[in-house]
């Protein structure tokens, strides 16, 4: 299932602390990726 891939995938990132720049990647990206989907 992609919606349970991508959520293990964000919640795996953001379990432990990510470096700087990781989390900003990810901050960006995710939205994009979501509305993407939509």
Same mark, same amino acid.
């Given at each position: 299932?992609?919606?349970? +891939? +991508? *959520?293990?995938? *964000?919640? @795996? +990132?953001?379990? #432990?602390? #990510? #470096?700087?720049? *990781? @989390? ?5 990206? +995710? #939205?994009?990726?979501?509305? *993407?989907?939509?």
């Amino acid at each position: 299932d992609l919606d349970r +891939a +991508a *959520l293990g995938a *964000l919640q @795996g +990132a953001t379990v #432990p602390t #990510p #470096p700087e720049e *990781l @989390g900003a990647r990810v901050t960006r990206t +995710a #939205p994009f990726v979501f509305s *993407l989907r939509n």
